[in-house]
């Protein structure tokens, strides 16, 4: 299966069972907003934690919607990120959604080895992104956490992107490895390193998924073009997951698509013990609540 939108996704989600999510810095009027709509519909409890003062002044202007949620006083953005993490350890949050607080903070928090959020994974990022002209969600990773991924870390991201749509319901993943081009040229390393990933999928090192590349980015989203160039593959004009050669080559292409194409997104870190519900500070209410259903349906929920 696949989700062709967000509003798919949220639909699945309601038959499952309702996550806790833990706001870190909630003194954040959006995360508040886009909380506050999922548990409103029961898709989701909260724990908020920051600085009590500043929060209980913020959800004055939700009538009340808040007054059964837990608060857990936080002053500086340090301890706030540490309370959350201590919620997850304890087992009173499904996952973490970021608020008002500095990413670097809060992943600070998060891998500390005494925090128990390390699970011995690499931490990739999951883009996902609903484009106008494409029939379904697709996922670019990663875009915002590994700089310029080994080849070994590639495999850990093409693992944590296949794990987590799995856990959301999806049975073979198909991985298209991006390029400037289809064949394996020397000088342009990217095609080297995906080439070795699909050899790793054949030889069934990569498991769960169909991997395949170095694929040009047009052949992979258009069968049109991919029929011009005479190309044939399961995965033309079908994949689900985008692999970028790099972090900034990911960020670029997202945020192309996302400011100039007109597509949705909605953002997540995975390969720590929860997801992470994390979006730019430019993000709308609506990419925020996004991302916070995202990170409910790939959260386990084995607190």
Do not use: W
């Amino acid at each position: 299966m696949a989700f062709k939108d967000f509003e798919e996704l949220e639909k699945s989600f309601h038959a499952a069972g309702k996550k806790t999510v833990a706001v870190a810095a909630a003194q954040d009027k959006s995360a508040l907003t886009a909380v506050r709509q999922c548990r409103k519909e029961g898709l989701v409890d909260a724990i908020l934690i920051g600085d009590e003062a500043l929060i209980r002044e913020e959800i004055k202007a939700f009538d009340g919607d808040f007054d059964d949620c837990e608060i857990i006083d936080a002053k500086t953005l340090e301890e706030a990120a540490q309370k959350t993490c201590q919620c997850v350890r304890d087992g009173k949050a499904d996952f973490i959604l970021k608020g008002k607080i500095d990413t670097g903070i809060l992943l600070k928090a998060v891998v500390k080895e005494e925090n128990g959020l390390r699970t011995g994974k690499l931490m990739s990022h999951l883009a996902f992104l609903k484009i106008p002209n494409y029939h379904k969600l697709i996922v670019l990773t990663d875009s915002g956490m590994v700089l310029y991924p080994t080849l070994e870390q590639k495999k850990e991201i093409i693992e944590n992107a296949v794990e987590n749509l799995c856990n959301m319901g999806y049975d073979t993943p198909k991985v298209g490895l991006l390029a400037a081009i289809e064949k394996v040229n020397p000088k342009q390393p990217e095609t080297v390193d995906a080439a070795a990933l699909t050899e790793m999928y054949k030889n069934g090192e990569i498991t769960g998924c169909i991997v395949e590349g170095p694929l040009s980015y047009d052949i992979l989203m258009s069968r049109q073009s991919a029929h011009k160039k005479g190309f044939d593959s399961e995965l033309v004009g079908d994949a689900d997951v985008l692999v970028v050669p790099d972090m900034p080559c990911g960020n670029i292409l997202g945020k192309a698509l996302l400011f100039s194409a007109g597509a949705d997104m909605a953002g997540l870190i995975v390969g720590a013990k929860v997801p992470i519900a994390l979006t730019s500070r430019g993000a709308t209410e609506k990419e925020k609540r996004q991302s916070l259903l995202l990170a409910a349906a790939c959260a386990k929920g084995d607190k």
